[in-house]
């Protein structure tokens, strides 16, 4: 179920790793998750499913792994992976800690907000 969101850093400390194992839908195809990028930050290697949104946010074996939709054995082979090879699992949780810092920290985000509007702005300006 849902817990508070304030309460998401307890988890996380608690965590050897973050899943994403949604099931294959139009959404999943075109965008990334957002909470793999939470996990990330949290410097946890993430284990998600093969959708296009989150084959653009892994790379795989260096920040998460990625396993078959649907396919539970090969899903639990990668946490089986993640339980077997701490050292390694910490890698990629430094990894993916450095990657969403330089893909998606909030001053990126304001940064890529503020392009999109003054873009559209201008746009609009010159149809005037």
Not at 5 to 14: A, S, V
Not at 25 to 41: K, N, S
Not at 89 to 101: D, K, S, Y
Request: glycine share 8%; hydrophobic share 35%; net charge negative.
């Amino acid at each position: 179920g849902w817990i508070e969101h304030n309460k998401i850093p307890f988890y996380h400390q608690r965590s050897c790793a973050g899943l994403i194992a949604d099931k294959y839908c139009d959404a999943t195809e075109i965008a990334l998750v957002v909470r793999g990028v939470e996990y990330m930050a949290s410097g946890l290697p993430v284990i998600a499913s093969d959708h296009a949104g989150n084959r653009e946010l892994l790379d795989k074996n260096v920040n998460g792994l990625l396993f078959k939709s649907g396919d539970y054995e090969s899903l639990a082979e990668k946490m089986e992976w993640i339980i077997n090879n701490p050292s390694h699992a910490r890698e990629m949780g430094r990894n993916g800690r450095e990657f969403a810092e330089e893909k998606y920290s909030w001053k990126k985000n304001a940064d890529r907000i503020v392009e999109i509007c003054e873009s559209i702005y201008l746009k609009y300006e010159g149809k005037s």
